[in-house]
């Protein structure tokens, strides 16, 4: 009961979302909806890290990339999707194991700036080795039915949240708050740095992986090189900074803005709704650093509002 | 192969450039501009504007140099100001946050401006090569050559002769010290962060006289930031050398593994250098 009573509203929102293809037919809505768990995915997978502890990576794309790649390729050789789908998390833990936690030896200024040489080294090398698209074969196509990946999508989203609000909640939570907040004095006080670091970077590297594999479910044909594409790593930065880094609603929110922003936007306005979100980034790191999530605390909310918005939104130093 | 090296070469001064505007920045305030890509991108666009009024491309640099010089300015006044008191860690962070917003913001505003599409500026004699020894020697890479000495002479004379330059190199070993010897450091900054953007000129022509799109920005500045960790951070006159270092090591990639993988070499070293030798390998003097 007590369970109940204090998550009524994300189960509220999980039970409508599940409930969302019996409800309507349009697939534009439900391919939007894929997308916005596909952008909260990878949100709360780079928020374990960038935003929880603090090792802003820019890497992404390249996580992401080869979930989807393994998963696809896996897939295509009849093993079953959810089998699938693990495998290419796991070998994007595998990648993260093997060029990933070297990364972590950088100084910590450089972390962002070694991470997205890593990616472009992906996507280049991705491309020239497969610089084929990759369609699905006809039987696949046949079978194709829109609400099995959109149920998918929303697993995983689900997993990515829950997974976060569990790591937020654990000993290693705190931990890793502790290194991002001051590396040093968590050493002092006998936090194993580097060893809460490299858990960061394998569990968000693992969602960020499924988040892959979810999009390799999904699209029919697409370039094997396009999820390693260095907007994947940007994205996620984006609107975690956009919603609020280190907290579990922020990046939600931020992906709900983006993709909204995007819908109502790209048409209309072209490139310059970039150039608006691009704007609103740097506003948010110069004068709100703790995003979106952090305006409601500047006009201090009621108890039930603190409620929502949880107590573990800080903001970056 | 001594052809492919002349070409790696000629690269490679143009790589030095790139990377003199941002190791300025990043050797002396720990900023991390990571939008000085998307600045040469728009100086480029500037360029090409002048070019069919009828200009000369290189006779453009003066008129872009003291464009972007102001802009830089702005931008540093309106943006880079605040992080100065931060602690150098947080510095690179935020600076390479708002780099990364401005760089978003740059290229899709080039990108509505003037289309996605590549472009480039073709003066007359953009295909002119001499031959020499039998090697072809392009008349535009020699030039981007001559003038990557001069400015490299330029800037050697502007920080080791002048005042100023003695206050930035004050600063850039420790600009606590600095300020209490009376310089003032928010001023120096600002004067060295634009001429940082301003020397952006120089390369911008020379890539415009290449070719360029509104999305090159990113690979141009990884390019300067690669070089940038060769020459070790905060060693002014060791990015040079490790720009010409860039270039060679591109040239010989290109004979053993094919053009495509040009660009991951340069990565792959930068990558490694990072992980191995967090100072830079040329020998750092600062810190």
Known sequence: MNVAKKFWIPICVAAISASVPLLTKSEYFINLLVMLFLYVILSQSWNLQGGINGQISLGHSAFFGIGALITRMLWMSKIPILLAIIGGGLSSILLAGVVGIPCLRMKRGYFPIGTLGLAIIAQITVGNILPVPGSLPSEYIVGYSLSSRYYLALFVAILSILVAYFVVRSRTGWALVAIRDDEEAAEAVGIKTFRFKVKALLISSFIAGLGGGVFAYHQVSYYYQSPFELSWSFLPTLTTFIGGLGTILGPILGSVCFLALNELFAFTLGEIHLVIFGFTFIMIVLFFPGGLMSIPHRFESSSAMRRIWGKRSRSIP | ?287
């Open chain 2, 1 to 287: 192969m001594w052809q492919t090296l002349v070409f790696g070469i000629l690269n490679g001064a143009l790589y030095g450039m790139i990377a003199l505007g941002i190791a300025l920045v990043f050797g002396i305030m720990k900023y991390l501009n990571v939008a000085h890509g998307s600045l040469i991108i728009v100086g480029a666009y500037g360029s090409l504007f002048l070019f069919r009024w009828g200009v000369d491309p290189f006779a453009t640099i003066p008129v872009i140099l003291v464009a972007l010089f102001l802009g830089g300015a702005i931008l540093f006044l309106s943006l880079f100001k605040r992080l100065i008191q931060f602690p150098e860690e947080t510095k690179i962070k935020n600076s390479l946050l708002i780099g990364f917003g401005l760089m978003l913001v740059l290229d899709n505003l080039a990108t509505f401006l003037w289309t996605g599409d590549e472009r480039s500026i073709t003066p007359s004699y953009s295909g002119i090569t001499f031959q020499i020894f039998g090697l072809r020697l392009p008349l535009i890479g020699l030039s981007g050559g001559f003038l990557a000495l001069l400015l490299i002479s330029f800037l050697h004379l502007f920080l080791s002769r002048t005042y100023f330059g003695k206050a930035v190199r004050a600063v850039s070993q420790d600009h606590e010290a600095a300020s209490l010897t009376g310089i003032d450091v928010s001023r120096t900054f600002l004067i060295s962060f634009a001429i940082s953007v301003g020397l952006a000129a120089i390369p911008s022509v020379l890539i415009g006289l290449q070719s360029f799109s509104p999305t090159a920005g990113i690979q141009w500045f990884n390019k300067g930031i690669i070089v940038v960790m060769l020459s070790g951070i905060g060693n002014i006159y060791g990015v040079f050398p490790a720009g010409l270092f860039l270039g060679i090591i591109e040239a010989l990639s290109v004979f053993l593994f094919g053009a495509a993988y040009r660009e991951v070499t340069g990565l792959v070293v930068f990558v490694l250098i990072l992980i191995l030798f967090p100072k830079g390998i040329l020998g750092s003097r600062a810190d």
